[in-house]
């Protein structure tokens, strides 16, 4: 018997971590809209007649208008506005 690129029954498919929703994933299963993020930065808004976004970070004041920049989500933890299959950090950038 040959052995192919697939995995034989007695072993384990290894898991890989997507770079970008950072949860672990199996190859064999990854579709088109496994993967689940916000392709922009939860951002701020500093006042309305400066126009200027800044990353939030952990020391930045608590503005009122706090929102994901890619849709407006406001809340941190809000389920990723965008679907797409998941990548792994060995993955080769093109």
Not at 36 to 43: A, G
Not at 52 to 68: S, V
Request: hydrophobic share 15%; net charge neutral.
């Amino acid at each position: 018997m040959e052995k192919g690129r697939g995995h034989s029954q007695g072993e384990k498919e290894k898991e890989k971590t997507c770079k970008r929703c950072k949860r672990p994933y199996k190859p064999s299963s990854n579709s088109s809209s496994s993967c689940r993020f916000h392709p922009s930065f939860f951002v701020c808004r500093r006042h309305d007649d400066q126009k200027r976004y800044y990353e939030l970070g952990p020391d930045d004041p608590p503005y009122a208008a706090k929102f994901f920049d890619c849709c407006g989500a406001e809340d941190p933890d809000a389920p990723g506005c965008t679907t797409t299959s998941h990548a792994s950090y060995d993955d080769v950038d093109l």
